[in-house]
């Protein structure tokens, strides 16, 4: 949970910075969504201290698939020498999506509803999408 708030703030930090007095429409739109998206993990986090059923892990798995996939189509549209940043971004919340997920389904075995499970299995998929898009643009940037 913590690699996914902290993945939020790399995001909106990377596209704050070049913003100058006319910025760029896309990163303030990208930075307010990450802000958003730290700030309900932020939330989750403190529910799933008091409530560790599976809905609380499924909904932050979610949110950190989001954030990946947020940052990875995103990577280009920050200034050059933050993308490395932004790929690690998408690292970290990719990561923590495949944790909360995978946490879902051990936690609780009780609360382990069908609707839940697919959509843990569709968090993990996505951040995992997420991961590999990343490391194609940093592939296709790095033979440039």
């Known amino acids: 949970m913590i690699a996914g708030v902290r993945a939020a703030g790399i995001l909106e930090e ?3 910075k070049g913003l100058d007095g006319s910025g760029s429409l896309q990163r303030e739109v990208v930075r307010g969504l990450a802000q958003d998206i730290g700030r309900q993990l932020d939330t989750l ?9 599976a809905g609380p892990l499924v909904d932050a798995a979610l ?15 920050v ?17 923590a999506a495949d944790a909360l997920a995978g946490a879902a389904g051990e936690e609780n075995p009780n609360d382990r509803s069908e609707y839940l499970m697919r959509d ?5 998929w996505r951040a995992d999408l ?5 490391d194609e643009l940093g592939a296709s940037e790095g033979a440039s």
């Open 130 to 134: 997420a991961s590999r898009q990343a």
């Open 45 to 53: 986090s403190k529910r799933i201290a008091s409530d560790r059923s």
């Open 79 to 95: 200034p050059p020498e933050e993308a490395r940043r932004v790929a690690d971004a998408v690292h970290l919340a990719a990561h």
């Open 120 to 124: 843990a299995r569709g968090a993990k």
């Open 14 to 16: 990377a596209c704050r």
């Open 63 to 77: 949110a950190c698939a989001d954030l990946a996939t947020l940052a990875a189509c995103n990577i280009t549209a």
